[in-house]
């Protein structure tokens, strides 16, 4: 009996071995090691010839290099890691890495202690940190694409540690969080482009070279608090230049700026702008008038800063409206600080501002649109206006509303701040304030400020339901009982009615409409449901008014990450989509509209059908069909007729699209032009992406700087006395087409 069980045993496990599948994915016996005796361990995928080690077939494990000058050829291979290292160069020294694809890791290539390697050619996808520096010293990083990183290149830095003299030259970054996350100094980055990234570039370090990078958003393209690095108008923002003078006086900035930093700068003009955010450090006497800033880290940010006027800005949708640190004789005044994710207005350690006729407002909900980078969320309190450490400022009538927390707080060592004539309503209540007066961090008596001018404090929509008793002194607008904050803070004539505050600024303003000249989207708030499978909603403007068509306005919100149907528009020269198809997971992109004179744009949607374009005017006509579709390579050429006049023309070679994206000229129409579109693939041998994002739904909008500029869009342009914005929801093949005149 005990033989017989033991055959059964035998046998039960040739059956299961015989059993498991094969995936095509080499399993490895565990980590990977390239040893200092150059022998490879763990694996019989590398190939060794000399000092390059080559890959064979993909490999699904971590490698830890031991040994100095050696190539590591990945040959098209994918290393896949599953959530560990990709490749560790810990302590090694001119290593290459080349021609390797590496997938789902934590850090796809790690450099820690590492000098004088070169990482060129590869492919990283799906990573928390796609290439990682930690005192490592004259690296060279080059031709590399990565997509679906946290960070696609992470210097990190710790005391006595520092990783300088790198180049990174070359790259392309895709859809990830953040393109650059840069704390260190004295490194290079020059010809990269990083698209669709929520966070371009941190910048934090000093004395880096920044040449000829192109960086595309849907938030904070590039902030910057080292201050004083060489970053040059060779490098732009969501297709501006960044304006980064040091030492300049006397000057105007130009007008094509996407992107201000001043330093050590004298009587500056920063004026009519549309930019991600200005910043001004040790600068004096300049003034910054007129702009429109949106989607960056600090809308305005002033440090150690004198005698600057701030006036008639637009400063809505950024992390922070407006920060002042060590500032003094400043005047804010006319400003619209609205919708930031958290604070409107900070203030510490400045003295001797006046802040006057702004507009606080609707400031610290992130989670109502937060183009702030989600894995560095800001944990702290938020404000209309935070005030700490800072003395002698006056707050003059100043719309204080509907901020998600108090209106006003003020922290720490503070004394003789004037604030009056505001109007406080609508600002989350807390122990039944609008305003927050906790005393200083050490948890001394609260400090004083003065909240009246000896005739007249501020408005407060809430003071007849605190004081129901109270009434109007003789007809002067003044209640008879004070508004008591605490004992040091007191507003002695509380308003009966809200004060009358000029707004300087409001938007939209008039639009005009015509063929030659851009204009600006106005400012518009509405909430979407979307409906699923591939449609499209579209937002009308005619004759300054919204018109919304297909669009239902309901409550929804979202954050990033979260699974149901429903996003946000925001219109300041950009939308800002996020849908939902069928099973899939939320997708998000966003774009800026700049409006060219093209006659008409349409657009179509990702199934099999018509696409028909009328001729304007006289004359033979010339069209430009520009098709974009991801590069997915199991999918094969799409097919498409061409009726000119309703004529077939023969599909010829060319219109056979095989590339991410192709541009066909079509000749000869005088009345219309019609495109058949047959969206069946012929699948070609192969897996498909093994990893979620390929289920990944995406909403491609964007702009158009020329006839043959880059297609990532569905808009409309000039149609004298109308405007036609079209957002197409795409499927997981992601095409769109449009034609143009």
């Known amino acids: 009996m005990k033989k017989v069980s033991t055959i059964i045993l035998i046998l039960l496990i040739c059956f299961v071995c015989v059993a498991i599948p094969n995936n095509g994915i080499v399993n490895a016996q565990g980590t990977i090691y390239i040893r200092a005796d150059g022998s490879v361990q763990g694996i019989d995928k590398i190939q060794q010839l000399g000092n390059v080690y080559s890959f064979i077939d993909n490999i699904d494990d971590s490698i830890i290099v031991e040994k100095d000058n050696i190539i590591i050829d990945g040959a098209g291979f994918t290393l896949t890691a599953n959530d560990g290292y990709g490749v560790k160069l810990d302590y090694r020294h001119n290593v290459t890495i080349r021609n390797l694809a590496i997938k789902n890791t934590y850090r796809a290539i790690d450099l820690t202690f590492a000098d004088d390697n070169t990482i060129v050619g590869n492919t990283i996808i799906n990573s928390e940190s796609a290439i990682y520096f930690w005192f490592s010293w004259r690296n060279n990083v080059t031709g590399n694409t990565i997509s679906r990183a946290k960070y696609a290149f992470d210097f990190f830095k710790s005391p006595n540690y520092w990783s300088q003299k790198n180049v990174v030259t070359g790259n392309i970054v895709l859809d990830s969080a953040m393109g650059i996350n840069l704390m260190e100094s004295n490194n290079t980055f020059s010809d990269n482009i990083i698209n669709s990234s929520i966070l371009g570039v941190s910048l934090s370090g000093h004395q880096n070279l920044f040449r000829n990078n192109t960086i595309n958003c849907i938030g904070t393209c590039f902030k910057d608090s080292g201050f004083d690095n060489d970053i040059d108008e060779s490098n732009l923002v969501n297709g501006k230049p960044i304006i980064y003078w040091v030492g300049h006086r006397d000057e105007t900035v130009p007008s094509d700026a996407g992107y201000v930093l001043l330093s050590n700068c004298v009587n500056i003009n920063v004026q009519n702008l549309h930019v991600s955010g200005i910043t001004i450090v040790s600068t004096t006497n300049s003034i910054i008038t007129r702009n429109a800033i949106s989607r960056g880290d600090c809308g305005v940010q002033m440090i150690g800063s004198s005698n600057n006027t701030v006036t008639e800005n637009l400063v809505v949708d950024n992390r922070f409206g407006l920060v002042l640190t060590n500032c003094e004789n400043n005047t ?42 989600p894995y560095e969320r800001y944990s702290g309190d938020v404000f209309g206006v935070n005030i700490m450490h800072s003395s002698n400022n006056r707050f003059i009538e100043n719309n204080i509303i509907d901020n998600n ?61 605190r004081y129901p008793n109270a009434f109007e002194i003789d007809n002067t607008g003044v209640g008879d009982t004070p508004f008591f904050i605490n004992e ?50 579209s937002a009308k403007l005619e004759n300054g008014t919204w018109n919304f068509v297909g669009l239902a306005l309901d409550s929804y919100m979202y954050d990033l990450g979260n699974r149901f149907s429903g996003g946000i528009v925001r219109g300041s020269e950009y939308l800002h989509y996020c849908t939902n198809d069928g099973n899939f997971s939320v997708s998000i992109k966003n774009c800026n509209i700049t409006i060219t004179n093209y006659d008409l744009i349409k657009w179509f949607a990702p199934y099999s059908g018509w696409l028909n374009y009328t001729v304007i005017g006289e004359g033979t006509q010339s069209f430009t069909l520009h098709y974009l579709r991801s590069d997915w390579d199991w999918y094969g050429p799409d097919l498409w007729t061409i009726y000119i006049d309703g004529v077939s023309k023969p599909q010829n070679e060319s219109w056979v699209i095989s590339g991410p994206e192709r541009i066909i000229t079509i000749s000869g129409a005088t009345n219309n032009v019609s495109i058949y579109y047959d969206s069946t693939p012929a699948i070609k041998d192969g897996p498909s992406e093994p990893d979620i994002f390929s289920n990944l739904p995406s909403v491609i909008i964007g702009f158009i700087t020329s006839g043959i500029g880059q297609l990532l869009l569905v808009i409309t342009t000039a149609i004298v006395g109308s405007i036609f914005i079209l957002v197409l929801v795409l499927d997981r093949k992601r095409k769109s087409v449009e034609v143009a005149k």
């Open 332 to 373: 804010i005044i006319g400003n619209n600080f609205s919708n930031n994710s958290y604070y409107g207005v900070m203030l510490t350690n400045s003295h001797y501002n006046t802040l006057k006729q702004n507009n606080i407002s609707n400031n610290g909900f992130g989670g109502k649109i937060d183009y702030d980078f």
């Open 405 to 465: 927390q108090w209106g006003i707080r003020v922290l720490g060592s503070q004394q003789n701040n004037v604030i009056y004539q505001n109007n406080f309503i609508d600002n989350k209540v807390y122990d039944s304030l609008q305003v927050s007066m906790p005393g200083a961090l050490m948890g001394e008596a609260p400090n004083p400020s003065i909240w009246d001018n000896g005739t007249r404090g501020n408005y407060w929509n809430d003071y007849l339901t």
């Open 488 to 537: 040091n803070n007191i507003d002695h004539y509380p308003l009966m009615d809200p004060v009358e505050i000029e707004v300087i600024l409001e938007f939209p303003s008039e639009v005009k409409f015509t063929p030659e000249t851009n204009f600006i989207i106005p400012e518009f708030n509405g909430q979407v449901n979307f409906s699923v499978g591939g449609s499209y909603e």
